[in-house]
């Protein structure tokens, strides 16, 4: 994990958001349509918005997000063994979200790994982890969504349409 965070180059650029990618605990959070509210808040397209949930429950069922995962699909140091998880890696979204607070490494590793321009995330205790953090409840979700729009906006991220 360490290595994975000091090789990152953040690579600013003045390119609009058009593609968001989000991982959540789905432990945590299971109300998934407040991302899709959130996409559209962005002025991103659906089909540009992909979500992957983390269960620690090997017997979690998929329900309407793109992915769940959980501990089997991590193999020896990390190695992702869900070829769905390593195409949502391996995708240069324009902003990843991270939307989880428990210390899971697998949740750590997924965004570290994230070929993402610019990464969010509330507070973690590896403040490397995200580019952006903002520091709000998990609950509280109105109160993410509005401040990630500010922040976005003031880096002249968001379309005007």
């Known amino acids: 994990m360490n290595k994975l965070l000091s ?9 609009k958001v058009e593609s968001l990618g989000i991982i959540f605990n789905l432990d945590e959070v299971d109300d998934f ?3 899709n509210k959130l996409s559209s808040y ?7 918005l992909k979500l992957i949930a983390f269960s620690s429950n090997k017997k979690q069922t998929l329900k309407s997000w793109d992915v769940c995962f959980n501990l089997d699909d991590f193999g020896w140091h990390g190695v992702i ?8 890696l391996d995708t240069k979204f324009d902003v990843l979200i991270s939307y989880y607070e428990a210390e899971v490494t697998e949740l750590k590793l997924l ?8 990464k969010v995330g509330i507070l973690q205790t590896d403040e490397r982890l995200n580019d952006l953090i903002i520091k709000t409840n998990l609950r509280e979700f109105n109160v993410f969504k509005d ?3 500010k922040y976005l906006t003031i880096l002249n991220k968001i379309k005007n349409e």
């Open 33 to 35: 349509e407040q991302f």
């Open 42 to 48: 962005l002025k991103v397209l659906p089909n540009k």
């Open 7 to 15: 090789e990152r180059h953040i690579n600013v650029s003045d390119n």
């Open 111 to 118: 965004t570290a790994l994230s070929k993402a321009q610019l």
């Open 147 to 149: 401040e990630i729009f």
């Open 81 to 88: 063994k869900n070829s769905e998880l390593q195409t949502f």
